[in-house]
């Protein structure tokens, strides 16, 4: 099948590879096992295996470590949020001071959001116009507009190497007519975005693009979404709207069809999941990449991911326990400090707490990505995924 034709109708790929080049981005799929994929995007900072997760470092930093930290963890590539990094230190001074990796000290790929979710969700007296969003900033309520030319050349200012197109993320529980009015304006945006992108000159011919499907939890929606922005064209395409508070049946139904709309030969993105068991499920309806809070923002509360489920570290029966927060785990956290001494540091208020329990965190969940692209490429994902369901106990 030509592989375009293939892209328009969500087919699948066999278990050949193929790649789609650019001077900036490849894309290949090394393998498939149903619908999940296994393969890598190279650019010029280097490789990124898929399925890839993404910690998030919003305001230039993975809370809680170090980037060299990060990067042993098996980390390939991190994100940067546009909105936070627009506000402080502002996207100027980092260009200035020779841009977002230089400024954190992290050479590998940063994907950078648009800030589109965070203007709506975090700023005080928004107002939404064709034009973009007025609003005021959380930090100390200065007034600001972000449109989809104004997010793309932030993003070109921070340097980012997977720049995201500038949406409107629909809320959930919305009607139909809100979630189509919705939609259709995101896809007017990612017009103007892939222009706004196109126009930035060098930076442009050095990074990539990623549109983002809308629609909410329509299918019709969802297809006329996915149809709009392969005819505008992108180098990877996001499924955006998810993750905002419709549960994960919901979710996992959506992405049932939402993926095999978008191109068969282009990186699937599922922004803002997830919980281990979200991936899992979500790798399994063809999602190549992803981003969460949770592993960075559970460790500082206290919370382990474990291969058999999360774990509260403050709970008192861990006051005594000289073992290991996993023992399945192979993180330097896991081989040097046992669970009494990570109870105590926790709830003594020690940083040393939050920083442990971030890196063990965050190497949990490279660890997983790890399986799930060795599992796909050995043709056992399904019994993988089986099996991790079986021992993971969803908190």
Request: charged share 25%.
């Amino acid at each position: 099948m030509n592989p375009r034709f293939a892209a328009l109708s969500g087919a699948s790929l066999d278990r050949t590879a193929r790649v789609v080049t650019h001077s900036r981005f490849s894309f290949s799929i090394a393998a498939t096992d149903g619908k999940a994929r296994t393969g890598a995007i190279q650019m010029r900072r280097g490789e990124i295996r898929t399925p890839a997760f993404m910690p998030v470092g919003t305001a230039a930093t993975v809370k809680a470590m170090r980037p060299a930290e990060v990067r042993a963890t098996g980390a390939d590539i991190i994100l940067g949020n546009t909105y936070h990094l627009m506000l402080r230190p502002g996207a100027e001074r980092v260009a200035r001071l020779g841009g977002l990796h230089g400024f954190m000290g992290w050479d590998r790929p940063i994907l950078t959001d648009s800030g589109g979710y965070q203007v709506m969700s975090l700023s005080a007296l928004t107002k939404m116009s064709e034009d973009g969003v007025a609003f005021s900033s959380h930090i100390d309520g200065s007034r600001h507009m972000l449109t989809p030319e104004r997010s793309m050349e932030i993003q070109r200012l921070l340097d980012s190497d997977i720049v995201m197109a500038f949406d409107e993320c629909t809320r959930n529980g919305c009607t139909h007519d809100e979630a189509a009015k919705s939609m259709e304006r995101s896809m007017r945006w990612a017009k103007r975005s892939r222009d706004g992108f196109d126009a930035g000159g060098e930076h442009a011919e050095r990074a990539a693009l990623f549109g983002i499907q809308q629609g909410s939890l329509d299918e019709g929606l969802r297809r006329t979404s996915a149809e709009k922005l392969i005819d505008i064209g992108f180098d990877g395409y996001a499924v955006g709207g998810l993750a905002v508070g419709e549960g994960q049946e919901a979710m996992f139904a959506t992405l049932d069809f939402a993926p095999g709309m978008l191109p068969v030969d282009k990186p699937r993105y599922l922004m803002g999941v997830g919980k281990p068991d979200d991936i899992v499920g979500a790798v399994e309806r063809g999602i190549d990449m992803f981003d969460c809070v949770l592993p960075t923002r559970s460790g500082r509360n206290g919370q382990a991911f474990t291969w058999a489920g999360p774990l509260n570290i403050r709970n008192a029966r861990f006051a005594e326990d000289r073992g290991p927060l996993d023992p399945r785990c192979t993180c330097p956290v896991c081989a040097t400090w046992s669970r009494a001494y990570l109870h105590h540091l926790v709830k003594a208020g020690e940083m040393l707490g939050a920083m442990l329990m971030t890196q063990h965190n965050i190497h949990f969940y490279q660890a997983l990505m790890q399986e799930i692209r060795d599992s796909i490429a050995a043709g056992r994902f399904a019994r993988f995924a089986a099996d991790f369901r079986r021992d993971y106990q969803r908190a």
